[in-house]
Protein backbone atom coordinates (compact mmCIF):
# COMPACT_ATOMS: atom_id res chain seq x y z
CA UNK A 1 0.00 0.00 0.00
CA UNK A 2 0.95 3.54 -0.82
CA UNK A 3 1.61 6.38 1.86
CA UNK A 4 -0.69 8.59 -0.09
CA UNK A 5 -3.78 5.53 -0.02
CA UNK A 6 -2.99 5.63 3.92
CA UNK A 7 -3.28 9.36 3.43
CA UNK A 8 -6.59 9.35 1.92
CA UNK A 9 -8.48 6.66 3.95
CA UNK A 10 -7.60 8.47 7.33
CA UNK A 11 -8.68 12.04 5.49
CA UNK A 12 -12.13 10.32 5.19
CA UNK A 13 -12.08 8.16 8.57
CA UNK A 14 -14.49 9.72 11.45
CA UNK A 15 -13.39 8.20 14.59
CA UNK A 16 -15.06 5.72 16.73
CA UNK A 17 -14.54 3.58 19.50
CA UNK A 18 -12.58 0.93 19.17
CA UNK A 19 -14.39 -2.16 18.65
CA UNK A 20 -18.13 -0.40 18.34
CA UNK A 21 -19.15 -3.21 15.94
CA UNK A 22 -19.56 -5.78 18.44
CA UNK A 23 -21.20 -3.40 20.77
CA UNK A 24 -24.68 -3.89 22.18
CA UNK A 25 -26.61 -1.14 21.48
CA UNK A 26 -28.99 0.53 24.24
CA UNK A 27 -30.76 3.84 24.59
CA UNK A 28 -32.90 5.55 27.65
CA UNK A 29 -34.52 8.56 28.48
CA UNK A 30 -34.35 10.29 32.13
CA UNK A 31 -37.85 11.58 31.87
CA UNK A 32 -38.81 14.87 33.77
CA UNK A 33 -42.20 15.68 34.58
CA UNK A 34 -43.48 18.99 36.28
CA UNK A 35 -45.62 18.62 39.45
CA UNK A 36 -47.18 21.46 41.82
CA UNK A 37 -44.01 21.39 43.61
CA UNK A 38 -41.73 21.14 40.68
CA UNK A 39 -39.90 18.87 38.43
CA UNK A 40 -39.54 15.14 39.38
CA UNK A 41 -37.73 12.31 37.60
CA UNK A 42 -40.02 9.42 36.30
CA UNK A 43 -38.72 5.92 37.34
CA UNK A 44 -39.71 2.55 36.77
CA UNK A 45 -39.87 -0.49 38.74
CA UNK A 46 -38.75 -3.30 36.83
CA UNK A 47 -41.28 -6.01 36.98
CA UNK A 48 -40.62 -9.56 39.07
CA UNK A 49 -41.35 -11.54 36.26
CA UNK A 50 -38.22 -9.87 34.53
CA UNK A 51 -35.37 -12.57 33.49
CA UNK A 52 -32.64 -9.88 33.97
CA UNK A 53 -32.89 -7.81 36.84
CA UNK A 54 -36.48 -8.53 38.15
CA UNK A 55 -37.83 -5.53 40.76
CA UNK A 56 -34.51 -3.03 40.14
CA UNK A 57 -35.21 0.62 39.60
CA UNK A 58 -35.01 1.92 36.13
CA UNK A 59 -35.29 5.01 33.77
CA UNK A 60 -37.73 3.85 30.21
CA UNK A 61 -35.05 2.12 27.80
CA UNK A 62 -33.95 -0.49 25.67
CA UNK A 63 -32.68 -2.59 22.77
CA UNK A 64 -31.74 -0.54 19.57
CA UNK A 65 -34.15 -2.49 17.33
CA UNK A 66 -33.27 -2.18 12.99
CA UNK A 67 -36.69 -0.76 13.40
CA UNK A 68 -35.25 2.54 14.80
CA UNK A 69 -33.93 5.04 12.50
CA UNK A 70 -32.04 6.54 15.85
CA UNK A 71 -30.63 6.02 18.95
CA UNK A 72 -33.24 8.65 20.32
CA UNK A 73 -36.22 6.91 18.65
CA UNK A 74 -35.26 3.89 20.84
CA UNK A 75 -35.60 5.89 23.85
CA UNK A 76 -39.00 7.96 22.86
CA UNK A 77 -40.51 4.11 21.58
CA UNK A 78 -39.22 1.92 24.68
CA UNK A 79 -41.01 5.26 26.67
CA UNK A 80 -44.23 4.94 25.49
CA UNK A 81 -44.25 1.17 25.67
CA UNK A 82 -43.17 1.00 29.05
CA UNK A 83 -44.94 3.89 30.25
CA UNK A 84 -48.06 3.67 28.53
CA UNK A 85 -48.01 6.92 27.25
CA UNK A 86 -48.53 8.63 23.52
CA UNK A 87 -45.75 9.97 21.74
CA UNK A 88 -47.74 13.70 21.57
CA UNK A 89 -46.41 13.13 25.65
CA UNK A 90 -43.04 12.99 25.04
CA UNK A 91 -41.68 16.37 24.14
CA UNK A 92 -37.96 18.38 24.07
CA UNK A 93 -35.98 15.56 23.63
CA UNK A 94 -32.24 16.13 24.17
CA UNK A 95 -29.32 13.64 23.69
CA UNK A 96 -27.08 13.45 26.97
CA UNK A 97 -24.04 11.23 27.23
CA UNK A 98 -23.21 8.03 26.05
CA UNK A 99 -21.23 5.12 28.36
CA UNK A 100 -19.45 2.20 27.50
CA UNK A 101 -20.31 -0.60 30.01
CA UNK A 102 -17.59 -3.17 30.53
CA UNK A 103 -19.60 -5.75 29.06
CA UNK A 104 -19.56 -4.91 25.63
CA UNK A 105 -22.42 -2.29 25.68
CA UNK A 106 -23.06 0.95 24.26
CA UNK A 107 -25.76 2.84 26.21
CA UNK A 108 -27.07 6.23 24.71
CA UNK A 109 -28.92 9.01 27.21
CA UNK A 110 -31.52 11.17 26.61
CA UNK A 111 -33.37 13.68 28.79
CA UNK A 112 -36.84 14.91 28.00
CA UNK A 113 -40.20 16.02 29.48
CA UNK A 114 -43.13 13.91 30.20
CA UNK A 115 -46.83 15.96 29.82
CA UNK A 116 -49.01 13.26 31.58
CA UNK A 117 -50.19 13.06 34.86
CA UNK A 118 -48.72 10.37 36.58
CA UNK A 119 -51.87 8.35 37.16
CA UNK A 120 -52.89 8.45 33.62
CA UNK A 121 -49.84 6.64 32.71
CA UNK A 122 -50.57 3.22 31.68
CA UNK A 123 -47.44 1.09 32.64
CA UNK A 124 -46.67 -2.03 30.71
CA UNK A 125 -47.39 -5.17 33.56
CA UNK A 126 -44.88 -7.07 31.58
CA UNK A 127 -41.98 -4.76 32.42
CA UNK A 128 -42.83 -2.24 34.23
CA UNK A 129 -43.99 -3.48 38.25
CA UNK A 130 -44.93 0.26 39.37
CA UNK A 131 -44.01 3.92 38.33
CA UNK A 132 -42.78 6.63 40.63
CA UNK A 133 -41.05 9.90 40.55
CA UNK A 134 -38.86 11.64 42.75
CA UNK A 135 -38.19 15.51 43.49
CA UNK A 136 -35.18 16.83 41.19
CA UNK A 137 -34.61 18.91 43.89
CA UNK A 138 -33.83 16.08 46.24
CA UNK A 139 -30.75 14.53 43.69
CA UNK A 140 -29.75 18.36 43.66
CA UNK A 141 -29.52 18.54 47.53
CA UNK A 142 -28.39 14.94 48.19
CA UNK A 143 -25.12 12.95 47.90
CA UNK A 144 -24.90 9.60 46.70
CA UNK A 145 -23.43 7.43 48.84
CA UNK A 146 -20.78 5.28 47.04
CA UNK A 147 -19.05 1.89 47.14
CA UNK A 148 -17.04 0.27 44.83
CA UNK A 149 -16.70 -3.26 43.42
CA UNK A 150 -13.18 -4.95 41.90
CA UNK A 151 -12.88 -7.00 39.10
CA UNK A 152 -10.02 -9.09 38.41
CA UNK A 153 -8.78 -10.75 35.22
CA UNK A 154 -8.54 -14.48 35.04
CA UNK A 155 -7.30 -16.26 31.84
CA UNK A 156 -8.65 -19.03 30.52
CA UNK A 157 -6.64 -22.22 30.91
CA UNK A 158 -5.60 -22.08 27.65
CA UNK A 159 -4.23 -18.73 27.60
CA UNK A 160 -0.81 -18.42 25.69
CA UNK A 161 0.86 -17.23 28.92
CA UNK A 162 4.15 -17.77 27.24
CA UNK A 163 3.71 -15.61 24.60
CA UNK A 164 4.02 -12.44 27.50
CA UNK A 165 6.51 -11.10 29.36
CA UNK A 166 6.62 -12.64 33.13
CA UNK A 167 4.58 -15.66 31.81
CA UNK A 168 2.11 -16.94 34.33
CA UNK A 169 3.50 -14.18 36.88
CA UNK A 170 2.29 -11.55 34.68
CA UNK A 171 1.13 -8.97 37.04
CA UNK A 172 -2.79 -8.21 35.68
CA UNK A 173 -4.66 -4.45 36.34
CA UNK A 174 -7.52 -5.01 38.70
CA UNK A 175 -10.44 -2.76 38.13
CA UNK A 176 -12.13 -0.60 41.04
CA UNK A 177 -15.26 0.69 39.75
CA UNK A 178 -17.35 2.81 41.16
CA UNK A 179 -21.23 1.91 42.52
CA UNK A 180 -23.79 4.91 43.77
CA UNK A 181 -26.75 4.56 45.54
CA UNK A 182 -29.72 6.70 46.52
CA UNK A 183 -31.94 5.83 49.04
CA UNK A 184 -35.75 7.61 48.67
CA UNK A 185 -37.76 6.63 51.17
CA UNK A 186 -38.45 2.90 50.67
CA UNK A 187 -36.60 2.79 47.05
CA UNK A 188 -33.60 2.08 46.29
CA UNK A 189 -31.31 3.54 43.21
CA UNK A 190 -28.40 2.17 42.28
CA UNK A 191 -26.39 0.46 39.01
CA UNK A 192 -26.47 2.26 35.59
CA UNK A 193 -29.70 4.28 36.63
CA UNK A 194 -27.61 5.83 39.33
CA UNK A 195 -24.73 6.17 37.76
CA UNK A 196 -26.12 8.11 34.35
CA UNK A 197 -28.07 10.06 37.72
CA UNK A 198 -24.72 10.95 38.79
CA UNK A 199 -23.26 12.76 35.71
CA UNK A 200 -27.07 14.63 34.68
CA UNK A 201 -27.09 15.89 38.04
CA UNK A 202 -23.38 16.81 38.07
CA UNK A 203 -23.94 18.43 34.75
CA UNK A 204 -26.87 20.72 36.20
CA UNK A 205 -24.89 21.79 38.99
CA UNK A 206 -21.69 22.60 36.90
Given at each position: ????????????HTPEVLGNQSF?????????LEKDDG??????????????QPGEICFPGGKVDEEDDREKDTAI????????????HITQVFPFDFMI???????????GFIHCAEEEMN?????????????????METKPEVHYVNVEMKPDEDFPFDLIPGGRRYEWTARRFPEYFYQYGDKVIWGLTASVLVHFIDMLQS
Open positions: MKPEEILEKMRSRNYSILLPLLHLVFEVRSLNMRRREAMEELGVNERSPFGMKISTYVPNPAEVEEVFTVPLSFF
